[in-house]
């Protein structure tokens, strides 16, 4: 699956690309929230790192956990202004996996890691596209489609 948000315009775009984790327990769902909202586990791909490095290493800072990746469930981009960057387009690639063990405490001082219900955070991501991510993997949760033996198979 993937889905371009808004509308691209003359100038040119500052490109960010970025891996995250989506993840679900017992009808909750992993996210962090910081003073600027609610995100999903992962950030900016980092140098020449892959999008599982730049999954390890955004779990560990944000919430101390190790991660494993079990298949990309969807992508997209943005073209919106940023207050601080101007022009802007993020390209993001989000990832079904599991949260595995606790290894460290988190280093993201303003990022609060949660476990919430999907009905309580559905929509209320601070990106749009993260808010699409998020409820097209719920749905494939939900059909069964990300069981661990069907993404082998």
Known sequence: MYKVFG??????YYNREGAYLITFSGGQTAVVRTPR???LLGGGIQGNESDEECLRRECLEECGYTCTAHRMVAAAETYCVHERKGLFHPIQRYY???LNERIQCPVEEDHEFLWMDYDAIRGKMYSEMQNWALEQCWNMEMSGELEIGKLNG
Do not use: I, N, V
């Open 7 to 12: 509308h691209r315009e003359k100038g040119q």
């Open 96 to 98: 079904y996996g599991t």
């Open 37 to 39: 909202g609610y995100f």
